[in-house]
Each structure stands twice: as C-alpha cells, then as structure tokens.
C-alpha cells in the first residue's frame, strides 16, 4: 500500500480495548438502558376523518381526466 494509507488491521486489540474477558462489560462503561417509569404511552385517540374524502375525490377526479386524455390520444393515433 501507499504511504497515504497504510495497511492495518481494523480489529482493536483485545489487550487495549475496554471491557471485561467474555464479552461482560462493568458498570459505568454503557449508559443505562431507557426508563420505562414514565406514563407516555395511554391509549389512543381515535382521530376522525377529517377533510380526507375532499383530497381523494380530487385526486380520483384527477386520475379520470388523465385516463380520458390517454384514452382519446390512442384514439387519435389509429384514426
């Protein structure tokens, strides 16, 4: 290899890393797993439908006049 990058192993050294044989590690070297004390998750609300039918009849609208439009070109091509 070059001088720019030298050939080296990825792997740490197992005689440097932190940590304990095994794989065990001891306190104070991984933050504390996530609380669950806390009351965040209730029950949900039931969310009402809104103003979804005025989007999908657009979008439906909008699929037609696509459909119409593709429907007369081919039309015209084979007359």
């Known amino acids: 290899m070059s ?3 030298p050939e080296y192993n990825p792997d740490p050294d197992p005689r440097h890393t932190a940590g304990l ?3 065990s590690v001891p306190l104070g070297e991984t933050p504390p797993a996530e609380s669950s004390t806390s009351s ?3 029950p949900r609300e039931t969310r009402t439908r809104g103003w979804a039918k005025g989007p999908m009849a657009a979008i439906a609208v909008l699929v037609l006049l696509i459909a119409a439009f593709f429907l007369v070109y081919a039309l015209v091509l084979i007359f």
């Open 3 to 5: 001088a720019d990058h």
């Open 21 to 23: 044989e095994g794989g």
């Open 40 to 42: 965040g998750a209730g």
